[in-house]
């Protein structure tokens, strides 16, 4: 079992930064990757960034390039999420998730390839 704790979120000015944070605990030494979705009012579960536990290369979505930047922390099984020039359309639920399986090509985007979930953390941005 893997136990994902999200915070950090809130409410800010169009523009502004936020750093999400995510505590995982449980059997993070055997995780593949972890990764950052989110999900806005009326849509669908969106990838947003993912990095690989053990190496640290990062996968981002084209949306969000140049402005969101995933990080870990191995020692702490920590996992940040900076989210620099915020935009309204950025207001969603960012939800944390780990993988445990080893994943290829696309399968890095699809939330249904990440097998644990946290509960997630409210972002809303005002313009």
């Known amino acids: 079992q893997v136990q994902l704790v999200e915070s950090g979120g809130g409410l800010v000015q169009a523009g502004g930064s936020l750093r999400l944070s995510c505590a995982a605990s449980?059997?993070?030494?055997?995780?593949?990757?972890m990764g950052w979705f989110r999900q806005a009012p009326g849509k669908e579960r969106e990838f947003v960034a993912a990095v690989n536990w053990s190496d640290g290369s990062t996968y981002y979505a084209d949306s969000v390039k140049g402005r969101f930047t995933i990080s870990r922390d191995y020692a702490k099984n920590m996992v940040y999420l900076q989210i620099d020039s915020l935009k309204p359309e950025d207001t969603a639920v960012y939800y944390c998730?780990?993988?445990?399986?080893?994943?290829?090509?696309?399968?890095?985007?699809?939330?249904?390839?990440?097998?644990?979930w946290g509960q997630g953390t409210q972002v809303t941005v005002s313009s």
């Open positions: 998730a780990a993988a445990l399986r080893r994943l290829y090509g696309s399968s890095w985007y699809r939330p249904y390839e990440y097998e644990y």
């Open positions: 449980g059997r993070t030494f055997t995780s593949y990757a």
